[in-house]
């Protein structure tokens, strides 16, 4: 595609409900990243994909947290069992392999834990 | 691990120059980016540097030093547009993952 595609924009759920959030990167690109950025705050790096693999997962903050990568393509985070704090937008980006390349970010999800 | 660290916030006056500094410690290096946010808006890219200098694109430069671990954005004829967090990124040679610093909030006043 275009540019880097994330869905849904919004989600709200019930605290204890599992959500999965999705990222379309650009095509051709196969490095991927996830990031949290709570309201007024600064991006916290959560997961990288370098094809399918995720050499740096260090930023899953729990267990609860997971994602997936298939087909050097579409990624998908999961939330099991939301919590109130896990209310925050969470972006994606993705850029080429080579280094010294820029990321380019999707719109976003949008998270509340109600 | 990587450390980068950025003032919290700016306040400058329309039409005038401000430069936005960033320091980081990382256990390698493969460039700093600069990204611009705008309010409820996704990080839209400014600019990179991976070698000592300044890189210039119109109104906005970047500047590397490599071995004080030291990056600045000049905005120069600032615009009301231009406020919005400036986020300085850098990114590691081992696994081309990107860490971003806490963001500058700039405002520019009339």
């Known amino acids: 595609g275009a540019g880097v595609s994330q869905s849904p924009s919004n989600k709200v759920t019930e605290k204890g409900k599992d959500v999965e959030l999705r990222c379309d990167p650009i095509?051709?690109?196969?490095?991927l990243y996830w990031y949290r950025q709570r309201l007024g705050q600064g991006l916290e790096f959560l997961i990288y994909?370098?094809?399918?693999?995720?050499?740096?997962k260090s930023g899953l903050p729990s267990d609860r947290f997971s994602a997936e990568r298939t087909g050097e393509s579409v990624s998908t985070l999961t939330i099991q069992r939301t919590q109130q704090e896990d209310s925050a937008v969470y972006l994606c980006a993705s850029s080429l392999a080579a280094g010294g390349t820029e990321a380019f970010f999707g719109q976003g999800t949008r998270l509340t834990v109600v | 691990g990587q450390n980068i660290d950025q003032p919290t916030e700016m306040t400058a006056t329309e039409g005038a120059i401000v430069q936005i500094n960033c320091t980081y410690q990382t256990s390698g290096f493969n460039g700093l980016f600069w990204y611009q946010q705008h309010a409820g808006e996704a990080p839209t890219f400014l600019s990179y540097?991976?070698?000592?200098g300044l890189e210039e694109k119109g109104r906005f430069s970047s500047f590397l030093s490599r071995s004080k671990g030291y990056s600045y954005l000049l905005l120069k004829e600032l615009q009301m547009k231009d406020s919005a967090s400036y986020l300085c990124a850098v990114r590691d040679i081992g696994g081309q993952n990107f860490v971003f610093g806490p963001g500058t909030r700039l405002s520019v006043l009339p």
């Open positions: 994909f370098q094809g399918n693999s995720a050499p740096d």
């Open positions: 540097n991976v070698l000592d």
């Open positions: 095509s051709g690109h196969t490095a």
